[in-house]
């Protein structure tokens, strides 16, 4: 157990639902990412946010959209997606948003895209 | 070519025996991690290293920054440490905790 968790662990969706994946930790931390794993690709960052604020948007589509109301709590809503996000999307935090900070990771929520 | 390269991708070993993994990279780093993947998705932390060696149990990992080289060395392997195995570099310099990963071991350890 991390302490931080994610839920759904696993959801499935069309390409016109709408969906949100949401994480939470009660570390007390500040800093909170947003991971996709695609099969047999490496971790891919998509979003850090450090204080409530968005920090990084590494070049990902709009029908990602992120969303992070305090330092606990973390979403990522989902629209018109693509069968090609089907990934398994893993949320982390850590104390801070600068180098050499620990992560701690979710068990991850396992996405499929019909 | 990625920047984070792993050997090998895939590897069996019988229990007891010593394991070894190891990472390559070719940008410069403040740090490198290693962490563990288990069937599920869940991802701990193993190692945050940016010098010399760390040991934890029966888990160690060296890091060599002149070479640009990690391994994971793991003593009297144990079909529970079955898992992935993943290597990621902090960017040195970098403004945000912006890891790069590699694709990962796969580590089967058979009875």
């Known amino acids: 157990e991390t302490g931080v968790t994610q839920t759904p662990r696993h959801l499935v969706m069309g390409m016109t639902n709408k969906k949100s994946l949401k994480c939470e930790q009660h570390l007390g931390h500040n800093a909170m990412y947003w991971y996709k794993q695609s099969a047999k690709k490496p971790l891919e960052l998509m979003f850090v946010?450090?204080?409530?604020?968005?920090?990084e948007n590494n070049s990902v589509p709009s029908r990602f959209s992120p969303e992070c109301p305090n330092s606990s709590h973390l979403f990522l809503h989902l629209h018109t997606l693509q069968p090609e996000d089907s990934a398994l999307y893993l949320c982390?935090?850590?104390?801070?948003?600068?180098?050499?900070?620990?992560?701690?990771f979710g068990s991850g929520t396992q996405l499929s895209v019909l | 070519k990625n920047e984070v390269e792993q050997s090998p991708q895939n590897l069996t070993a019988q229990e007891g025996e010593f394991i070894t993994i190891n990472c390559s990279y070719s940008?410069?780093?403040?740090?490198l991690h290693w962490l563990q993947q288990h069937p599920g998705g869940g991802i701990v932390s193993l190692f945050m290293?940016?010098?010399g060696k760390k040991k934890h149990g029966r888990l160690i990992a060296t890091i060599n920054i002149q070479e640009k080289h990690s391994s994971l060395h793991i003593t009297a392997s144990h079909p529970r440490d079955s898992a992935v195995y993943i290597c990621a570099v902090v960017l040195d310099g970098g403004a945000t905790n912006k890891l790069i990963f590699g694709t990962g071991t796969l580590l089967a350890v058979q009875p």
């Open positions: 290293l940016s010098s």
């Open positions: 940008v410069g780093i403040s740090a």
């Open positions: 946010y450090n204080f409530k604020e968005q920090t």
């Open positions: 982390a935090s850590s104390h801070g948003d600068r180098d050499n900070e620990k992560l701690f």
